[in-house]
C-alpha cells in the first residue's frame, strides 16, 4: 500500500518541479513559490544563448564543417564589417548607407505617424470614418509590400517616392490601428468627469481620450517602426544604389555571403537600438501605463 | 432654491427583440439645500440611473428635472460627480487633477492651483500635490477625486458608491471626512451606496428604491449624521438601538426584493 502512494506520489513531485523550473528560473520574492508564472530576470540567459550561438557558429565553420560561401566565419563577417567601414561598398562609404536606409525608414514613420495617428483617433471617435477608412486600411493590410511593390514602381516610378511610399504602407496600418484602439483606453467615469465641469467635446478629445490613448500609440508606433525595417528590403530592391537593403541584395548577386549577413546585422542592430529608445520614451512619457 | 425631479422616466428602448426596459418610473424627488440624500437598493434599481439623470450624462424619457427653477439640460458644472474609481486621470499629478475641472473652464494656472490646494488641504492630502495620482493608495485617490469635485463650488454633489472600493477601516474614515466636509462646505448631496449602515449614519434623507421598473418604494427622514457633527462618536451612533432597528427594517425591504428577483 505505502508503496502504491510512493510511485503514484514521485512523478506528480517531478512534474511541479519541473513546472517551477520552467516558469521561473530563480525566485523574485524570497519565499515566493506560487506567483504568477514567467517572472524573473531574463538578461544573463539571453546573454548566455547569444554566446553559446556564435559559438556553434564558430565551432561550425572552424572546423570546416560549412563552405564559407554559406556560412562565413564570426571573423570574417567583423572583417567584413571593418573593410566596408573603412573602403565603403560599391563606391559609397557605409555611412552613407545607413544614413539613406535610416532617412528612408524614418521619414516613411515620421509620416505614418503624422498621418497615422489623427487618423486612427478620427476612425476610433467617428463612425463614419471608420466606415470609410476601414475597409481600405483592413484589405492592404494583410498583403506582402513584396506583392504591390510591382504597383508602386508602375504608379510612382523608380525613384525615392515608391521606396518611402512602401516602407509607408507597411508602418501605417500598425499606427493608425493603434490609434484606433487607444481611443477606447479612456474609462467613461474619467469623460464623465470632464463633461461633469462643463468641458467640450473637443476638450474631452484633446485632454482626455488623447493622453489615456497614448500609451496604445507608443507601442503601435514601437511595432509599426518594426515593421518599417522589414520592408526596407524589398524597397531598396527598387532600382536603388545606396542602402542597407541595397548592400544586402547586390552582395547576394555576388555571392557576397559576409557582406549579406554583416547587413542583416546592421540592419537588426538599428532596429534594436531604436526599440530601445521607444521603450525608455515609454517609460518616461507614460509611466502610468497599466497602473490604473 | 432646489433640485427638483418632476415625474421622470426613463425607458431604454427594445433592443434585439427584447422589450424595452423601464429603468426608472416616473420618480419624484427634491434635494433641498444642505440635504444629504442617501440612495440604496437592489441591484438594477435604477440608482445609478438616478444620479446619470441628474448629472445630465442621460435625459429623461419623460418628465423634468429642474436645478433652481431651470432645466437640466445636460452635465455641468454646478453638479459635480464623485465615481466609485477610475475617475482619475494619471497622466496628471494630484494638484492637476484637482484644479482640472478649474482649468476647464479657462481659469489661469495659478489661480486654479491656489484653489486646487485649498481643497488640498481640506481633504488632508498637503504634502502629496505633486504625487502621481497612481502611486496613491485608493483611499487617497478618493480624496483626490472628492477635492477635484468641490473645486468648482457645484450647487449639489453627486456621489456614486464612492466609498464602495475601500475597506472597512478606509470607509468607515472616509465617512466621518465627507460629513465634516459637507458641514463645513453646506453642498447638497446625493450620494449611492450599497451599505445600509452607510446610508443610515451619513444621510439627512434616505429614500430605498426597488428594480423592474425602477422607482423609490419608502422615504425616510434619518437624524444620526447630525448628532455624529454634534459631537457623538460614529460607532456609538452605529450601535444604538433605534441605528440598528431601522438598519434591519431597511435590509428587510431590500432582501425582500432581491428574493422577488431571484
Redesign the interface.
Known amino acids: 500500500m505505502t508503496n502504491l502512494t510512493e510511485v503514484g506520489a514521485a512523478p506528480v513531485a517531478l512534474r511541479s518541479r519541473a513546472f517551477a523550473w520552467f516558469a521561473r528560473s530563480r525566485a523574485t520574492k524570497p519565499g515566493e513559490t506560487y506567483g504568477v508564472p514567467g517572472q524573473g530576470d531574463t538578461l544573463l540567459l539571453s546573454l548566455a544563448t547569444m554566446a553559446f550561438l556564435i559559438f556553434v557558429w564558430w565551432v561550425v565553420t572552424a572546423l570546416g564543417w560549412v563552405k564559407p560561401l554559406f556560412v562565413p566565419s564570426p571573423a570574417a563577417i567583423v572583417q567584413k564589417f571593418m573593410d566596408v567601414w573603412t573602403n565603403g561598398f560599391t563606391g559609397t562609404p557605409f555611412w552613407q548607407h545607413v544614413l539613406i536606409s535610416a532617412a528612408r525608414v524614418f521619414g516613411a514613420f515620421l509620416l505614418a505617424c503624422a498621418v497615422g495617428i489623427p487618423l486612427g483617433l478620427a476612425m476610433g471617435m467617428s463612425p463614419v470614418i471608420r466606415g470609410i477608412f476601414d475597409p481600405p486600411i483592413e484589405f492592404y493590410r494583410p498583403i506582402p509590400p513584396l506583392a504591390y511593390l510591382p504597383l508602386m514602381i508602375i504608379w510612382f516610378g523608380i525613384g525615392e517616392m515608391s521606396k518611402v511610399l512602401l516602407i509607408f504602407l507597411s508602418v501605417f496600418a500598425p499606427i493608425a490601428l493603434g490609434a484606433r484602439a487607444g481611443v477606447r483606453s479612456a474609462?467613461i467615469?474619467?469623460i464623465?468627469?470632464?463633461?461633469?465641469?462643463?468641458?467640450t467635446r473637443w476638450?474631452v478629445m484633446r485632454?482626455?481620450i488623447l493622453?489615456?490613448a497614448?500609451p496604445e500609440i507608443l507601442t503601435a508606433m514601437r511595432i509599426g517602426i518594426g515593421f518599417g525595417w522589414t520592408t526596407l528590403v524589398a524597397a531598396e530592391m527598387v532600382a536603388a544604389t545606396k542602402g542597407l537593403g541595397y548592400m544586402v541584395l547586390a552582395a547576394s548577386q555576388f555571392l557576397q555571403t559576409a557582406t549579406v549577413i554583416m547587413g542583416i546585422i546592421v540592419i537588426a542592430a538599428i532596429a534594436y537600438a531604436f526599440d530601445m529608445l521607444m521603450r525608455f520614451l515609454e517609460r518616461r512619457l507614460?509611466?502610468?501605463k497599466g497602473?490604473? | 432654491m432646489a433640485l427638483e425631479i418632476r415625474r421622470a422616466s426613463v425607458i431604454y428602448p427594445s433592443q434585439r427583440g427584447r422589450r424595452p426596459v423601464e429603468a426608472l418610473s416616473k420618480i419624484d424627488l427634491t434635494l433641498d439645500d444642505n440635504d444629504f440624500v442617501l440612495a440604496l437598493g437592489a441591484s438594477g434599481c435604477g440608482k445609478s440611473t438616478l444620479l446619470n439623470l441628474i448629472a445630465g450624462f442621460l435625459s429623461p424619457s419623460s418628465g423634468q428635472i429642474l436645478l433652481d427653477g431651470a432645466n437640466v439640460a445636460g452635465p455641468g458644472a454646478d453638479r459635480s460627480v464623485v465615481f466609485q474609481k477610475h475617475a482619475l486621470l494619471p497622466w496628471l499629478d494630484v494638484r492637476a487633477n484637482v484644479a482640472f475641472g478649474l482649468k476647464l473652464q479657462g481659469k489661469p494656472k495659478a489661480a486654479a492651483d491656489a484653489v486646487a490646494d485649498k481643497f488640498i488641504d481640506l481633504l488632508g492630502l498637503k504634502g502629496f500635490e505633486g504625487s502621481p495620482v497612481y502611486a496613491l493608495s485608493g483611499g487617497m485617490q478618493q480624496r483626490v477625486g472628492i477635492a477635484r469635485a468641490l473645486t468648482c463650488d457645484p450647487k449639489v454633489l453627486l456621489m456614486d458608491e464612492p466609498l464602495g472600493a475601500l475597506d472597512e477601516l478606509t470607509r468607515e474614515k472616509a465617512q466621518e471626512l465627507i460629513l465634516g466636509i459637507w458641514q463645513r462646505t453646506g453642498k447638497t448631496v446625493f450620494f449611492i451606496t450599497h451599505s445600509v449602515e452607510e446610508a443610515l449614519f451619513m444621510g439627512t434623507k434616505l429614500i430605498v428604491m426597488s428594480p423592474r421598473p425602477g422607482r423609490i418604494t419608502h422615504r425616510f427622514d434619518l437624524p444620526f449624521s447630525r448628532r455624529f457633527l454634534d459631537g457623538t462618536p460614529a460607532r456609538k451612533i452605529k450601535a444604538l438601538a433605534e441605528f440598528i432597528a431601522l438598519r434591519e427594517e431597511v435590509l428587510g425591504i431590500i432582501f425582500a426584493d432581491e428574493e422577488q428577483a431571484a
Open positions: 474609462a467615469e474619467q464623465h468627469a470632464a463633461y461633469s465641469f462643463g468641458a476638450q485632454q482626455v493622453p489615456s497614448m507614460v509611466p502610468w497602473k490604473m
